[in-house]
């Protein structure tokens, strides 16, 4: 068989995609790979261009429960994933905004503080508007 080009599905992932759109709720790896006949190892290969799929085309979105396989999402629970991305937005700017303070400013050329005050700029606002999103959600529905 032809291995697909970029931009073509391969049948192996159209499985996938099939089986997960039936989903409406959790479902295991292993179950999922015998349901479409192939190996977990292979299943999860081919998760991550399934989910992007379904997503994009359908809406649909998936969770991991780690270890186990997949969840699907309410309304509900999407709003909860976004939350989580927030979150992860606001730690990674933190992390670059410490790994910044780190750099002698001084020593760098003129180019160079610019590009530093630029990222410094940069983290401030994503940290600032995080912040700003995660105040809006009130306290108790926070995860």
Do not use: C, W
Not at 75 to 83: I, T
Not at 106 to 116: I, N, Y
């Amino acid at each position: 068989m032809a291995k697909p080009t970029i931009g073509e599905r391969s049948p192996d992932t159209n499985l996938v995609v099939t089986a997960l759109r039936g989903v409406n709720g959790d479902v295991a790896y292993v179950a999922l790979a015998a349901q479409v006949d192939l190996p977990v190892a292979r299943v999860k290969t081919l998760l991550p261009s399934a989910r992007n799929i379904l997503r994009a085309e359908q809406g649909i979105l998936f969770d991991v429960v780690r270890g186990v396989g997949l969840r699907r999402l309410d309304n509900q629970g999407k709003v909860k994933k976004v939350d989580t991305a927030v979150k992860k937005i606001s730690r990674a700017a933190k992390r670059g905004e410490k790994e910044l303070r780190t750099v002698d400013y001084g020593a760098l050329s003129k180019t160079d503080q610019h590009h530093v005050t630029t990222q410094r700029l940069f983290f401030h606002a994503v940290r600032g508007q995080a912040q700003g999103v995660r105040k809006t959600v009130p306290y108790e529905d926070r995860g």
